[in-house]
């Protein structure tokens, strides 16, 4: 009913850039907060950063400065524009969604995570 698919992820070297995307599609009545998330293995899946509807945004220490997250209303997109990568950005990155449905004769809010796409940051 409602689907969230990623893009960009792959292989860099240190220094350089990607660029994540993330679309929301179906019966959508509005998405509140979008964010990315990242889990390196090992670790505990941490905020890479997040943005509201309103264009609030918050970013983990680790990526000020180095990441830039944005998002398209209309289209209901969320992109992450990774910039000056380093080793430790490896890992693998999932969109999230705070998404109201619609269905036919009521709507309800719902969390969606995308299916994650990996990161890997060369030395």
């Known amino acids: 009913q409602v689907q969230v698919v990623e893009s960009g992820g792959g292989l860099v070297q240190a220094g350089g850039s990607l660029r994540l995307s993330c679309a929301a599609s179906?019966?959508?009545?509005?998405?509140?907060?979008m964010g990315w998330y990242r889990q390196a293995p090992g670790k505990q899946r941490e905020l890479v950063g997040s943005i509201t509807r309103g264009g609030s945004i918050n970013y983990a220490d680790s990526v000020k400065g180095r990441f830039t997250i944005s998002r398209d209303n209309a289209k209901n997109t969320v992109s992450l524009q990774m910039d000056v990568l380093k080793p430790e950005d490896t890992a693998v990155y999932y969109c999230?969604?705070?998404?109201?449905?619609?269905?036919?004769?009521?709507?309800?809010?719902?969390?969606?995570w995308g299916q994650g796409t990996q990161v890997t940051v060369s030395s």
């Open positions: 999230n969604a705070d998404i109201l449905v619609r269905a036919i004769s009521y709507n309800y809010k719902r969390v969606y």
């Open positions: 179906g019966s959508i009545v509005s998405i509140d907060v």
